[in-house]
């Protein structure tokens, strides 16, 4: 029967954040397992990796995009066909937690206004906890007032890494039902 074969979807996921949140290590972490301390302003870049998430083979693109601000507007590439946005910020940096509610308003103007586009909430370099300025409290609240989840990852450690994509992939295909009711909870990198 055809229905066992897995079926291949394509989605492109766009990646945005202040500046040196750790966008491109969250990509290359997830996409290569791999961590650098070095830092290297992103213009822009597009990586692409296929995971197995139950049952359906996801080939994704994802978009690493330029550090944003309060002035920043996102590039054609991170605005056309993109399926679902990670908005990310750094849990030892405050500012950049207070640059998501801009970077999120900036998104919704691009989209003209879609406040139903799949996001989800990041919290990165949570190997740094000790030196934590943004408490998960305050995380919480505001990935509630945005309607989207919120998750805490390293790339330095790789924790949560997967997750990120994995819930962002969930938030995408939510109303579709194609991750729905397979019972299978688990995901295979390729
Ligand atoms: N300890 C720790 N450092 C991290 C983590 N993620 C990124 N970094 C460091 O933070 C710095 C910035 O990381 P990038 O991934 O280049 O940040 P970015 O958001 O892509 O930067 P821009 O492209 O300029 O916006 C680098 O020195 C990384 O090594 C993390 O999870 N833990």
Do not use: W
Not at 80 to 90: E, I, K, N, R
Not at 114 to 131: C, T
């Amino acid at each position: 029967m055809k229905g066992k074969e897995p079926q291949t979807v394509h989605r492109k996921i766009a990646i945005l954040g202040y500046r040196a949140v750790g966008k491109s290590s969250l990509t290359h972490s997830f996409v290569t397992g791999s961590f650098s301390e070095a830092y290297d302003p992103t213009i822009e870049s597009t990586q692409h990796k296929t995971i197995r998430f139950r049952k359906v083979h996801f080939a994704t693109d994802i978009v690493d995009t330029a550090g944003m601000d309060e002035y920043s507007r996102l590039s054609r590439n991170a605005s056309l066909g993109v399926h679902g946005y990670a908005l990310v910020f750094s849990i030892v940096s405050r500012k950049s937690f207070e640059t998501i509610k801009q970077v999120n308003d900036s998104l919704l103007n691009t989209l003209g206004d879609a406040p139903d586009v799949p996001r989800v909430l990041v919290g990165s370099m949570e190997d740094l906890s000790d030196q934590r300025q943004v408490s998960k409290q305050d995380a919480q609240t505001m990935a509630e007032s945005l309607g989207v989840p919120y998750i805490e990852c390293s790339a330095k450690t790789g924790e949560n890494v997967a997750e990120v994509f994995h819930t962002l992939l969930k938030e995408i295909e939510k109303d579709d039902g194609l991750l729905a009711e397979t019972g299978e909870g688990g995901c295979h990198i390729m």
